[in-house]
């Protein structure tokens, strides 16, 4: 079965770090470009982070650039999200997803809550 | 960089369409046919429904339609059952500077 499941998430505070991992399996990792895309509470979906197959390129919103971290792991299968000084704004469902040509997300993690608050 | 823009709800009874808008700029959804569609039940994840405006996934019911005119794309739901109740999404790469692909607001899509 092709699935993605994320995990890391938590509490912190602000100012703190977390780093999220997002366990692939059922496919061929290393071919796919990888994204995280968060959703607040109540809020919509709100593109955050890219890599491509082998970390040479990768690109993270404005919101988040020297704050978040996005890398991978081919060998593990595993994409994470490096989150330093962390804001009450960057709470969060913090989902990865695979990208298919085109940039559409095809498979979706469960997801991983983000709190931070003091 | 704002959101897409789509209205914030729209309803149906049973067996009717509904049409969902999804407005943008010719930086985004006028610049790319990368437009794509999310379903999302309460608690759950997304789930893409269309991708390159008008293709769907295998598996996705052909009750599900996308279509894109200038800076404007939209989603066509026919036949309407009381599962497609859910909060849909539109998304497209973007040229900002700030992003490298922006969601819409969402749409709640009530089946009355």
Not at chain 1, 22 to 31: D, K, L, N, R, W
Not at chain 1, 47 to 56: A, F, K, L, Q, Y
Not at chain 2, 22 to 34: L, M, N, Q
């Given at each position: 079965?092709?699935?993605?499941?994320?995990?890391?998430?938590?509490?912190?505070?602000?100012?703190?770090?977390?780093?999220?991992?997002?366990?692939?399996?059922g496919f061929?990792?290393?071919?796919?470009?990888?994204?995280?895309?968060?959703?607040?509470?109540?809020?919509?979906?709100?593109?955050?982070?890219?890599?491509?197959?082998?970390?040479?390129?990768?690109?993270?919103?404005?919101?988040?650039?020297?704050?978040?971290?996005?890398?991978?792991?081919?060998?593990?299968?595993?994409?994470?999200?490096?989150?330093?000084?962390?804001?009450?704004?960057?709470?969060?469902?913090?989902?990865?997803?695979?990208?298919?040509?085109?940039?559409?997300?095809?498979?979706?993690?469960?997801?991983?809550?983000?709190?931070?608050?003091? | 960089?704002?959101?897409?823009?789509?209205?914030?709800?729209?309803?149906?009874?049973?067996?009717?369409?509904?049409?969902?808008?999804?407005?943008?700029?010719?930086?985004?959804?006028?610049?790319?046919?990368?437009?794509?569609?999310?379903?999302?039940?309460?608690?759950?994840?997304?789930?893409?429904?269309?991708?390159?405006?008008?293709?769907?996934?295998?598996?996705?019911?052909?009750?599900?339609?996308?279509?894109?005119?200038?800076?404007?794309?939209?989603?066509?739901?026919?036949?309407?059952?009381?599962?497609?109740?859910?909060?849909?999404?539109?998304?497209?790469?973007?040229?900002?500077s700030t992003?490298?692909?922006?969601?819409?607001?969402?749409?709640?899509?009530?089946?009355?």
């Amino acid at each position: 079965e092709v699935q993605l499941v994320e995990s890391g998430g938590g509490l912190v505070q602000p100012g703190g770090s977390l780093r999220l991992s997002c366990a692939a399996s059922g496919f061929t990792f290393s071919t796919y470009w990888m994204h995280w895309v968060r959703q607040a509470p109540g809020k919509g979906l709100v593109w955050v982070s890219r890599t491509n197959t082998d970390e040479s390129n990768t690109r993270h919103a404005d919101s988040v650039k020297g704050r978040f971290t996005i890398s991978r792991d081919n060998a593990k299968n595993t994409l994470y999200l490096q989150m330093n000084s962390l804001r009450a704004e960057d709470t969060a469902v913090y989902y990865c997803a695979r990208a298919r040509a085109g940039g559409a997300f095809d498979i979706w993690g469960q997801g991983t809550m983000v709190t931070v608050s003091s | 960089q704002s959101a897409l823009t789509q209205p914030a709800s729209v309803s149906g009874s049973p067996g009717q369409s509904i049409t969902i808008s999804c407005t943008g700029t010719s930086s985004d959804i006028g610049g790319y046919d990368y437009v794509s569609w999310y379903q999302q039940h309460p608690g759950k994840a997304p789930k893409l429904m269309i991708y390159e405006v008008s293709n769907r996934p295998s598996g996705v019911s052909n009750r599900f339609s996308g279509s894109k005119s200038g800076n404007t794309a939209s989603l066509t739901i026919s036949g309407l059952q009381a599962e497609d109740e859910a909060d849909y999404y539109c998304s497209s790469y973007t040229r900002s500077s700030t992003l490298e692909l922006v969601f819409g607001g969402g749409t709640k899509l009530i089946v009355l």
